[in-house]
């Protein structure tokens, strides 16, 4: 059985997709840096993200959306001076902004509620053979998004929703031939047990 096509050749990324892609995330902070970080890769290469993690855990706080909710214009210009980011406005101010409304959602009862609801709590298990298969949205997504930017979030279309939540593990798009899609539909069985 071979990886997803995907993934490689650099360690960084086999390492991602062999331990972290379509694991199930259920932390209400890890699941907004997911989505922050997959509006920030909105047209770049997802590696180009993954060589930068740690600088934007770094520049933001540790993704503690508490305390970047607090930032304002300043911060806003000390960041697009950081290197070790992608360093593009609308994203940064999204990011800011996006953390106020991740406040609102936990106290409503919880980010990681109002997410996994849409799958009533366990991930969905797609059968896809080859990369041609996987969707790059899928209706789903168009809800979610839809939903999301009624709440106020911003840099979360369709496609990034869907890419969220592969990375995440609301869905398991591991291809059938790799062998993380057994791994992970075993987590999403444990989940429901």
């Not at 607090?70 to 999204?94: F, Y």
């Not at 366990?122 to 997504?141: E, H, I, M, R, Y």
């Not at 168009?142 to 939540?165: H, N, Q, W």
Request: with cysteine.
């Amino acid at each position: 059985m071979e990886r997803c096509g995907w993934a490689g050749p650099d360690e960084i990324y086999l390492s991602y997709h062999d331990t972290d892609w379509g694991v199930p995330e259920y932390d209400s902070r890890a699941l907004w840096e997911k989505l922050v970080l997959d509006g920030f890769q909105a047209g770049l290469s997802w590696l180009t993200i993954l060589k930068k993690r740690n600088n934007f855990r770094s520049a933001f706080a540790g993704f503690n959306p508490d305390v970047v909710a607090q930032w304002g214009p300043e911060d806003v210009e000390r960041l697009l001076g950081d290197a070790g980011i992608i360093r593009h406005r609308g994203k940064i101010e999204a990011t800011i902004s996006n953390a106020r409304v991740w406040q609102k959602i936990e106290a409503d009862g919880g980010f990681d509620r109002f997410l996994w609801n849409y799958v009533d709590g366990v991930p969905l298990q797609n059968k896809w053979v080859t990369l041609d298969d996987v969707p790059a949205f899928t209706p789903l997504s168009i809800k979610v998004s839809k939903d999301l930017k009624k709440e106020g979030f911003r840099f979360c279309g369709p496609t990034i929703v869907y890419a969220f939540m592969q990375a995440v593990g609301m869905v398991n798009d591991h291809l059938v031939t790799c062998p993380r899609h057994a791994a992970v539909a075993e987590m999403a069985r444990a989940k429901t047990r």
